[in-house]
């Protein structure tokens, strides 16, 4: 009687023959090679496709386009440094053409239509108007670069540098250094009479006297007269020349040299204010530039280019947005309370702060003009 073999022992003997003619087959492949695999070192390698984490999404909307491109351009390339020097994983910024066809206000609803939350911009006060009721409709806070102050409020808040400050500041100083009594050369138009309504509330403010207001349209010759008009009525001890540092030159050799001159914040950007004798100890009140300058460096490192004054503003802007995500969760609506910290925050143009009017207050310096720059000879105020 044969022995019955038990089913374990029959599987293992059929995978054993199984393995013996595999291995008498490839032993008879005599004359061709075995199929090599591919060297583990020299495999294809799949490129790997970086995977876009959620991120709340900032609108930067500034003219690249047109007249006012290079400033645009500025302001958009100092917002994108900015956060790059944060290091900040939680945003991303896309740059809209104010100036494209549709304008600002169709930059805007492509922004929204986007799923952008906070607008940076526009530049221009008009462009401010066009996208504030766009943006308040579908609840996104807009921090914008103008100087208007009529722009402001219902959303809109607004970080360009006012002549209402400047002038309080610098008139502050004057007080403080012995002068009692004002007079003002102002050009013709809407800066002129902010510069006036400023003018007259930070002499009433300090306790000062307003003797004589002139006006002037803003052409060499007008400005020149409104000088000897000014100088013939006398009795004062400080004057603001409320224009350019270019106008200030043509108007101050026609002044009293007894006088005090003073600028407004339109004299910040001017570097040649000094080759003007008349206007070399004057006075204006303006954002530090310490930290400008610092930025100024690493702009042209990235840039190739110096960068504009204005666009500093792009930078603190994305400096606010960066600290203000701190209390932002991925796609909910930006916490818009966050823009009104009593504390403000520090940026390139020094300690600022929005009001409940939406205007930004700034701490300013004073600054005395000599033949080659300027002196510091009031610093900024630390905190408010």
């Known amino acids: 009687m044969t022995p019955s073999t038990h089913p374990g022992q029959a599987r293992r003997h059929f995978l054993l023959a199984m393995l013996g003619a595999t ?8 004359g061709r090679e075995r199929p090599r695999l591919p060297d583990p070192e020299t495999r294809p390698v799949r490129p790997v496709v970086p995977v876009d984490r959620p991120r709340n999404l900032v609108a930067v909307i500034v003219p690249t386009s047109g007249s006012d491109a290079a400033i645009g351009q500025s302001i958009a390339n100092a ?17 809209y053409d104010s100036a494209a066809p549709g304008g600002a206000a169709g930059a805007a609803r492509r922004a929204i239509d986007d799923g952008n939350r906070l607008i940076l911009g526009p530049l221009l006060a008009g462009d401010v108007r066009a996208v504030a009721p766009i943006a308040r409709r579908a609840e996104v806070p807009v921090v914008a670069f103008s100087n208007d102050e009529r722009v402001a409020g219902g959303g809109v808040h607004i970080m360009g540098f006012t002549p209402d400050q400047s002038i309080e500041r610098v008139v502050s100083y004057a007080r403080s250094s012995g002068r009692s009594n004002f007079a003002a050369l102002v050009p013709s138009g809407l800066y002129g009479q902010r510069a006036t309504q400023a003018m007259l509330a930070a002499v009433r403010k300090s306790g000062g006297r307003i003797t004589v ?41 026609a002044l009293p040299r007894a006088a005090k001159y ?3 914040e339109l004299w910040a950007s001017d ?4 080759k003007t004798p008349a206007l070399r100890g004057a006075w204006y009140a303006a954002a530090p530039d310490a930290r400008f300058n610092q930025l100024s460096v690493r702009y042209r490192a990235r840039y190739g280019k110096a960068p504009y004054r204005l666009a500093s503003m792009g930078y603190d802007a994305a400096l606010l947005a960066v600290r203000s995500a701190r209390n932002w969760p991925v796609g909910k609506p930006f916490p818009a309370r966050g823009l009104t910290d009593k504390d403000g925050f520090s ?5 600022f702060r929005f009001g409940r009017d939406g205007i930004a207050e700034r701490l300013l310096e004073v600054r005395q003009v000599g033949p080659t720059g300027t002196t510091v000879v009031s610093p900024a105020a630390r905190a408010f």
Request: proline letters at 4%; one cysteine or more.
């Open 271 to 274: 570097k040649t204010l000094g």
């Open 347 to 351: 940026g390139v143009d020094g300690n």
């Open 79 to 95: 917002a994108t440094l900015a956060l790059a020097d944060s290091g900040d994983q939680t945003l991303r910024l896309t740059i």
């Open 262 to 264: 003073m600028g407004t």
């Open 213 to 253: 207001v002139e006006p002037f349209d803003r052409s060499p010759a007008s400005i020149r007269a409104a000088a000897t008009r000014l100088r013939a009525k006398g009795n004062f001890d400080a004057v603001l020349i409320g224009d350019s540092g270019r106008m200030a030159a043509l108007a101050a050799p």
């Open 23 to 30: 291995i008498l087959l490839s032993g008879c492949q005599t």
